[in-house]
Structures are given as structure tokens and as C-alpha cells.
DNA sequence: CTGAAAGCGCTTACAG
DNA sequence: CTGAAAGCGCTTACAG
């Protein structure tokens, strides 16, 4: 590949780098002067800074970003630590739309995102201490809260900047972001009642998990507030404890008329359950989700959910973790204590044909729009 | 936070780090004889390598990469550029587990992956120049390849090792990993062709992708060998645009007896409009998807479709691009030439409901199982 | 096989 | 406001 039209310029680095002495040299200052002018910081002339930088522009120059991070700058990058299997991951539309909004906030700062997949809790706690001594990384955000977390007490003992994602109250001295469950507990189970059903069982996802606690409870205390008869079956992980589970629920003496699944792909498994045993959906039972994603949506009937845009709190998590980040730079120098900032996401309720109200008689639905498809398609074969 | 049980070893570096020149003091060797011997280089003998790791170990010493990377080592990162909004790549099911098989292979050999999310593909290559400039990764894979794809050239130009998702013949000197297109297409035509189907129609996606035009041709070509009426619909980009081609598909005189997708996304969409006009999958028209996911799986009747897991996909990327920043560091020493390589992953096809034979009269599916339950459900309300 | 030294590209005190 | 210097933690020739 002979180089064509533009000639890079060619500094005096190994491999022809351009470096802030090459731009001193130019410039007729000291290679200090450089640094200063091109971070932005007093010390030069607004004549020299001004020249400084035209030169660097001319050059086409670039920092290292390892000699800054070798010489004690930020090193522009935060990590992420997945102790979950890539296939499960990769089968959850959570996982890749909050990364994507990660990305997003973090590209646009010039930082980014370091990842690891590793297998157990553990082996994340080692991957913080790691990263921490390495100097690796800024920050870090957590995720999959659990009860009891053993990563927040060693993260505040490392003392590296932290944003955890779930809460609140469980998050200890670290900011933290997340999304109410408990409103949205509230949403799901008010619109069940107000829809007439008085026996409404939830099917629970894996309980290490914090947000599957406070779901637990609140749905407790809300069908109590409410006069409501509630079942709360565990279902563990995935699809299949999510079949086993409302297999369970309906062979119960008295199955309950509305489901509540913790995830959409949950509530999928568990529409098929209810397919074979010759229930509908919404007429003989309504099926509501903790989770919308394009499987919600695509399913027919359409399925309520608790709507909340992976993408936008992933967004909101790089929002604060930078800010983290910062606040903790400036504490440096002043010196004054941070304090644990917190910042709840308030779910909304997407009502959808999967609770549609129940009309009785065949004289169909009233009003017909795309959310509400028929589910009964006439057949022109 | 007190530091308690354990109190880590506190070295001569800054904010008390770990460096090789401890170990070297307490070894009794210079600094240089330590960076032989934990890099596991010939220059020291067996006895005070084994010492030395011995206290690295004690001392808990992690190598800093931003010093390794200023010296001239790996940076042990690899780069990734999206030129795709987030909120699209959210809501993609291949994203997700794509990157997730990636992370796999690359945490495991101590890898990182970074990833930015830019507006345009030129705003792309001007970051491969400045990752390359800075130093900042290792190597990068290159997604959503194109028809003349300009990245391949300045790739190229730079020397960066890349390695192209996406082919074949179209990835220039680089390496290339891809699905084999042509082979999916086969298999999809022919099996609607063993169903009796003679006119087929193909809602194909965004005709920027290298991938459509690939599909488009060996559509057109198979149908022709077989002797098929084939129709290829340009949708544009998700299900809005497949919304609209599979109506214009329908309203045509002679209207196609099986629908091909080049997503699941779009597939969903196609079946929704399908349902409004009245028409079942599979009696009255067959559906075929070129991407599997829960999506497909989960739909109503299941959707036919080409596996091929992302995951996998992800997996087999970051291998090769390992092999080929690899065999680039050796040729550096060696100076023998590279030659670009590729690899094929043979697509197979997952035949489910969507096609099922079409059975005639009312007599019912013959063979009733969790890959083809009834497409009527008995009501009981 | 080992030791002493230079250098990677930057930042940050510390004198003038 | 500016200049000269030390230092970040490592690797890599280059002498012994």
C-alpha cells in the first residue's frame, strides 16, 4: 500500500508518531507548554496556546492515551462485569440494548467501555481489584444487583468509582441508578384489579436477584391493600421454569384469572402453556410483563408491560458514572466528601390486548385498532 | 473503610503501587531481569525466574498496561465501530449476542473490547485512524459490510489488523469471517420448493448491505434453475418497510404463495399484516425468516428460519482476529508475508411451523408437537 | 546469562 | 507566565 495523496506527517516518535515535542519543537516552547495548552489549563498565553494549537492541528497530532494514563491522567475507560454465561446474555434484549445506550453517552465523551464475561461473583470482585491496581479503568458500573451483594462493600473498600445499576437500599455509600419495581408492581397489579380479576398470580424469576425481592414484597402488600387472593410462584431462570410454573398455576383447584411474568420471554413460555391447554389470552386469562422488547410486541394478543427503554438506562448509567467520575477528580483537589447520590427511573404501564377487558358474548371487540388485534383471524383457506 | 484482614502489600510507585522494581530489590535483580522473567522470555535463569514469580506472586504485582502499551507492547484491546443509532442496535437481536461471543473469547485471553457508536461510516475510518494513531487498539472487526465498502481500503491503507464480518469477495486483502448467504438461500428456496410453492417472493432489507445483494442474486438464480416464479420486494430498513412490501405483495393479480424475510423482525411485521387480511400461516401462505432468535421462535405459529448463532458467529471473529494480530507481531519479526484469509459458517435451516406441508380439508395437522401446535386454539371461555 | 541505561509520550510540581 | 527536570512503569537493545 504506497501512501497516495496526503502524506501523514511524519513526527519523531518510534513509528514516526507525532508527539507534543515534535509540536514543541515547532512552536519554539517547551514541550510543557504543550501540555498545558492543548489540555486547556493556565500557564500559557492565549497567543502561544493559540499557535500551540494551530500546530497541532497541522500535524495532525493525537495523545497517547497510555503516556497520559502512565503519567496519572484519567485513562478514558469504565468497565462492566457480566458473571453470566455469553449464551444467556446474548438471548436477553436487555443485555444489548443497555449497552448500546452505554455506548452511546460514553462515545460521545471519548470514553469507553470495557467488558468481561467471567463465571462467577467471585471472579468479578477479583476483576475490580484487577482493574483497580491496574489502573485499568475510572470507573466501573455494576449490574445484576443481588441481595446481600459482595461487590459493594469490596468496591467501597477499593475506593474505585462506582455506579450501581438496581436499588435502592442495597446499594451501600455507591450512587445509584434504577428502576422503581415496586411503582411498577403497583401499575401491573391496580390495572388487573381495575380490569375486575381478584386472584392474580405472579411467576418469579431467579430470586438472587434484588429486583425479584422487591417484587416479591410488593406484590404481596399491594394485593393485600387491595382485598386481592395472590399467588407468587417462583419459577427460577428462563423459559422452561417459567412453563413449569404456570403449568403448576393451573392446575391449581382455583387458577388464578391474570398472570404476572418478571420477563417477557417468561411470559411468552408461558402463553404457550395456556395455548395448550385451550386458554386464551386475554378472554379465559390476562398475561401481563415486568419487560417490554419487540417479543412483547410481536406476540398476538400484544402484551402488557412495564415499558422502560433498556437503552435510555443504560444512557442515564453513563450519565452518572461520569459524573461520579468527575466529582471524584474534583474531590481530589478540594478535598470535601461525596456523597451517595441516588436517581430512580419511573416505569410506566403499557396496556396492550394481553388484558384487554373482558367482553362477553361473541360480538368481538369494539374498538379495533393495531394494539388490539382480533385474536381470532377468520380463515380464508 | 479501614483496611482490615488483609492489608495489600504496599509498593515504592505511586498511591503505593506494586512495581517491577520492588520485586527487582527484593530479588536482589535489576528491573529488566524481572520483565524477562514474568513475560517469560530467555534471558534469565530457571532458578531466579522461579524466584522472582515467586514474589511477584506475594507481592500481588499487575503489570500496567499503560506502561506496557507505552513501551511498545500489545494494548490488548480491540476496537469495534457501530455507524448505527443506538436505539436500532437495542433493539436487534444479533447485536447483543454477537458482542456477548465476542467478550467470551476475548475476556479469556485477556482481551478487552472496545466499541464506539458513530454517525456515519466516514466518521468510522476517521476513528480507526485515531485508534491507530493513538495506539489504541490492537486490531478491530469490521460489521455491517457493504457493497464497495470504503472502510476496506483505508483499513488497508492503515495497516491496522482487521478482520472483515461479512463476504466473500468483497473484503479485499483482509481476512474475512462470514455466513454463507448463497448456501442460506439454497436451502430456503428449495425446501419451499419441495412444499410445492412456485411463487415466492422475498422482502428483502437494507440494499446498502453487501449480505442483500448476495441474497438477491442467488435468489433470482435458484428460482430460475428450479423453474419458480420469483418475486424480490425491496423493503428498506425493519418492519415498517416490510409492513408495506408485504401488503404490495398481496395486492398484486397473482399474489405469492410463500414469503422469504431477510429478518425476523420483518418476518413478525409481514405475519401481523397477513393476519389483518385474513390469510393463515402456514395454509394459505408459508413464511420463512433468514434470522433466528427468540423472535422466531416464539411467534405463531414458529417461524422457519436459517440458524446461525450470533454468539457463535461473535465467537469465531474474535478468534481469527487474535490469529491474525497474532501472525501480524510474528511477521514483524520474521517478515514473511500474510495472506488474507476466510472463513465460512454454513447457515442450516430450522424448518418450523411457518411451512409446514400444507395439509388440505379439516382433518387437522397429523403430527402434533411443541414445534407445530395448532394454529386454532379451542376456546373454552 | 546478567547489569546499567535509554526511551516510550505525557503530566506535574518546582524554580525562575 | 515560562523553562528545565523528574517521573509514571515498563521493554528493549547493548555492553559485559
Redesign the pocket.
Known sequence: MAAEQRTPPRGS???Q?V???DIARRAG?????V??A??GR????DA?RERILEIARELR????PA??A????PVLTVGMVLARPAEILGAEAFFGAFVAGLQEVLSREDYSLQMKIVETPEAEIETFRRWFSQRRVDGVVVVDLRLDDARIPALEELGLPALVVGGPGHHGSLPSVYVDDAHATRLLVDHLAELGHTRIARVAGDDVFLHTHQRDRTFAARCEELGLECLNQPAGFGASGAEVATAELLSREEPPSALLFDSDEMALAGCHVLEQAGLAVPADVAVASYEDSPLARGHRPPITAIGRSATEYGRVAADRLLEVIAARRERRETGGAGEPETRALIPELIVRGSTAPQLDGATGPSEEGPERPATRSSRTA
Chains 1, 2 share one sequence.
Open positions: 516518535g518510534r513509528g508518531r508527539t507534543i515535542a516552547v517547551t514541550s510543557a507548554a501540555s498545558l492543548v489540555n493556565p500557564g500559557v498565553s502561544t497530532w493525537e495523545p497517547s503516556a497520559r502512565l503519567a496519572g491522567a
